[in-house]
């Protein structure tokens, strides 16, 4: 026999057999956050309008503090020779009829009309979606707070703010409790619908049947469910809130003369539409470009939020 044919047992290897390898998921590994980033930045336009609320965000709260913009003692500039600036270098956004920078102006009222808007998007959140998901878990609830609804929907929700800002007086607090004081039982009747679709699922009754709490059913098992549904519900009411905002200072109802917001800064200026237009369409476009920053950058956040938009 020629050494060629002779095959040591050098030449082979043992194959070891793992049962630990039936078990692996040959799928990509899943992270639900990273999906929603990766979903949300595929989108350019909310890139972009993303940029534009950041920055809007950080003027309004940054530039105030720098310019030492005083809403109380804000005085009158004497001198004429500053008075109705069209916008330059100097002055970007002009001066008005007694010659304020409306640049330090419009950013110290934004910063006004945002602090409102979130911090009363804040409370009818929170308030709105607690209250809903025990109103859509519990049948005894939903006999009560259906009435209560009914009674409250059926009054305009402005003349209950105007009622409000007038019993309370004009102040920054006092229009947030206005604004905030019903508004949430929308968001509870919202939520409320949609705790109704899912409640019960197997799974829910299961943990029902296996003894779990009421609680624990409600933020274990629907309140994960609901986040996507609560992001586009917080993009839509901060820009309604900025809106009901600029409309009642429009019209002279939530905050005095002496407190700069968008809508008193709007107000302010609309006789000067015909001869000085910059000082009433500067405040309004600031107002349009938060609003529609805001509510572009929250739908799509609340899109990618859906696990059932994310691509593995």
Same mark, same amino acid.
């Given at each position: 026999?020629?050494?060629?044919?002779?095959?040591?047992?050098?030449?082979?290897?043992?194959?070891?057999?793992?049962?630990?390898?039936?078990?692996?998921?040959?799928?990509?590994?899943?992270?639900?956050?990273?999906?929603?980033?990766?979903?949300? /930045? #595929?989108? +350019? @336009?909310?890139? !972009? =309008?993303?940029?534009?609320?950041?920055? %809007?965000?950080?003027?309004? *709260?940054?530039?105030?503090?720098?310019?030492?913009?005083?809403?109380?003692?804000?005085?009158?500039?004497?001198?004429?020779?500053?008075?109705?600036?069209?916008?330059?270098?100097?002055?970007?956004?002009?001066?008005?009829?007694?010659?304020?920078?409306?640049?330090?102006?419009?950013?110290?009222?934004?910063?006004?009309?945002?602090?409102?808007?979130?911090?009363?998007?804040?409370?009818?959140?929170?308030?709105?979606?607690?209250?809903?998901?025990?109103?859509? /878990? #519990?049948? +005894? @609830?939903?006999? !009560? =707070?259906?009435?209560?609804?009914?009674? %409250?929907?059926?009054?305009? *929700?402005?003349?209950?703010?105007?009622?409000?800002?007038?019993?309370?007086?004009?102040?920054?607090?006092?229009?947030?409790?206005?604004?905030?004081?019903?508004?949430?039982?929308?968001?509870?009747?919202?939520?409320?619908?949609?705790?109704?679709?899912?409640?019960?699922?197997?799974?829910?009754?299961?943990?029902?049947?296996?003894?779990?709490?009421?609680?624990?059913?409600?933020?274990?098992?629907?309140?994960?469910?609901?986040?996507?549904?609560?992001?586009?519900?917080?993009?839509?009411?901060?820009?309604?809130?900025?809106?009901?905002?600029?409309?009642?200072?429009?019209?002279?109802?939530?905050?005095?003369?002496?407190?700069?917001?968008?809508?008193?800064?709007?107000?302010?200026?609309?006789?000067?539409?015909?001869?000085?237009?910059?000082?009433?369409?500067?405040?309004?476009?600031?107002?349009?470009?938060?609003?529609?920053?805001?509510?572009?950058?929250?739908?799509?956040?609340?899109?990618?939020?859906?696990?059932?938009?994310?691509?593995?």
């Amino acid at each position: 026999m020629s050494k060629e044919n002779i095959i040591s047992n050098d030449s082979f290897e043992f194959y070891k057999v793992d049962d630990s390898a039936s078990e692996v998921i040959a799928a990509p590994e899943y992270s639900y956050w990273k999906s929603v980033f990766k979903t949300f /930045f #595929s989108s +350019k @336009i909310a890139i !972009f =309008m993303l940029v534009i609320m950041l920055f %809007v965000i950080l003027m309004s *709260f940054i530039h105030p503090l720098i310019s030492k913009y005083d809403n109380q003692n804000m005085a009158y500039i004497n001198d004429s020779s500053k008075w109705y600036l069209r916008p330059s270098l100097e002055h970007p956004f002009g001066t008005d009829d007694v010659g304020r920078d409306m640049f330090d102006m419009v950013w110290a009222g934004a910063r006004t009309s945002l602090f409102i808007a979130i911090v009363s998007t804040l409370i009818t959140t929170v308030i709105g979606t607690i209250v809903g998901m025990f109103w859509g /878990f #519990s049948k +005894k @609830i939903d006999v !009560f =707070m259906i009435e209560v609804y009914n009674i %409250v929907s059926n009054v305009p *929700f402005t003349l209950i703010v105007m009622i409000i800002s007038f019993t309370l007086s004009s102040g920054v607090w006092q229009l947030i409790f206005a604004l905030s004081c019903t508004s949430w039982i929308g968001t509870a009747y919202f939520i409320r619908v949609q705790v109704m679709i899912i409640r019960d699922r197997e799974y829910n009754l299961a943990s029902k049947c296996l003894g779990s709490s009421t609680s624990k059913i409600i933020f274990h098992n629907i309140f994960p469910y609901l986040i996507s549904v609560l992001v586009t519900n917080i993009s839509r009411d901060v820009p309604h809130f900025i809106s009901y905002e600029v409309f009642l200072s429009y019209i002279g109802v939530g905050l005095s003369e002496k407190v700069a917001s968008l809508g008193r800064i709007v107000q302010t200026n609309a006789k000067y539409m015909q001869s000085a237009p910059y000082l009433f369409v500067i405040p309004v476009f600031v107002t349009a470009l938060i609003s529609v920053s805001l509510y572009i950058v929250g739908q799509t956040l609340a899109d990618a939020s859906d696990p059932r938009n994310h691509m593995i």
